[in-house]
């Protein structure tokens, strides 16, 4: 299969797509609200898990089918906190947190029409810079 991948549906409605676009038949799942953290997952990884979780579930882009893709997204947070040199993990961090609309530029197609926007993650950027 060639060409960019497929946005989540959650992302596409969230960026206002045209209906046409959005596929109604997609597998639905329920959101992971108050869904842990394994208990393999490192320190910084659990950590990132109880921050972002509540918030991409709260918007509707976390579904109990996609908590092993967001493990992935947190051990590999976890691995570069540990090791900031290791730039393959860098690299697989960059990946899968564009699959979740946590980059600027893939934040930056998305407006919420599920209320306020919440800052909670703008704060926690700010408070990382900060260190």
């Given at each position: 299969?060639?060409?960019?991948?497929?946005?989540?549906?959650?992302?596409?409605?969230?960026?206002?797509?045209?209906?046409?676009?959005?596929?109604?038949?997609?597998?639905?799942?329920?959101?992971?609200?108050?869904?842990?953290?394994?208990?393999?997952?490192?320190?910084?990884?659990?950590?990132?898990?109880?921050?972002?979780?509540?918030?991409?579930?709260?918007?509707?882009?976390?579904?109990?089918?996609?908590?092993?893709?967001?493990?992935?997204?947190?051990?590999?947070?976890?691995i570069v906190r540990?090791?900031?040199?290791?730039?393959?993990?860098?690299?697989?961090?960059?990946?899968?947190?564009?699959?979740?609309?946590?980059?600027?530029?893939?934040?930056?197609?998305?407006?919420?029409?599920?209320?306020?926007?919440?800052?909670?993650?703008?704060?926690?950027?700010?408070?990382?810079?900060?260190?």
């Open positions: 299969m060639r060409g960019r991948k497929p946005r989540p549906t959650a992302l596409k409605i969230l960026s206002g797509s045209q209906a046409s676009q959005i596929n109604r038949r997609e597998p639905k799942f329920r959101l992971a609200r108050g869904a842990r953290p394994p208990a393999w997952l490192g320190f910084h990884g659990r950590g990132l898990w109880r921050r972002l979780a509540p918030l991409l579930a709260e918007k509707g882009v976390l579904t109990v089918g996609d908590l092993p893709a967001f493990e992935n997204l947190c051990d590999e947070y976890d540990r090791d900031p040199a290791d730039n393959q993990a860098r690299d697989r961090l960059r990946k899968w947190v564009i699959e979740f609309g946590l980059s600027p530029s893939s934040r930056s197609r998305i407006s919420s029409i599920l209320g306020e926007p919440v800052d909670e993650l703008q704060a926690f950027l700010a408070q990382k810079r900060g260190r």
